[in-house]
């Protein structure tokens, strides 16, 4: 089962040194476990985006430079925004794929 991504979740790099976490700023009223539901706009660098300690790629510290996620919910979307799941990738432009790791949610709608 397809689990969704919340406000918090940690996400991870695969050419970055450290994890990060998701701040879900796309929407402020759909919540799950008393936490924002992460939309596919979340993905602003610094807002809701953080780096991801060294850049493998760069050698310097990261700038995330997300592009678009994808494998997001086929069908649910909030205000037209598909909702992000476990499976979801975000890639970067800098050659990384950005993954949720821990999705934050402890609660039982999980998506079949």
């Keep these: 089962m397809r689990k969704i991504v919340l406000d918090g979740a940690k996400l991870f790099c695969n050419k970055g040194s450290k994890s990060s976490k998701i701040t879900v700023c796309s929407q402020l009223f759909v919540k799950t476990d008393n936490k924002l539901v992460a939309t596919e706009m979340d993905k602003v660098t610094g807002v809701n985006i953080q780096p991801f ?3 493998a790629i ?10 678009q996620w994808l494998n997001t919910h086929l ?3 909030i205000n037209g925004s598909k ?3 476990d ?5 970067c432009s800098m050659g990384g794929e950005i993954t949720p790791i821990h999705v934050n949610y ?3 709608a999980k998506y079949e």
């Excluded at 760069?58 to 592009?67: D, H, I, L, N």
């Design 58 to 67: 760069t050698q310097k510290t990261c700038v995330p430079a997300p592009t």
């Design 83 to 85: 909702i992000l799941l």
């Design 106 to 108: 402890n609660g039982f």
């Design 75 to 77: 069908t649910d979307a």
């Design 87 to 91: 499976t979801s990738k975000c890639l």
């Design 53 to 55: 300690g060294i850049c």
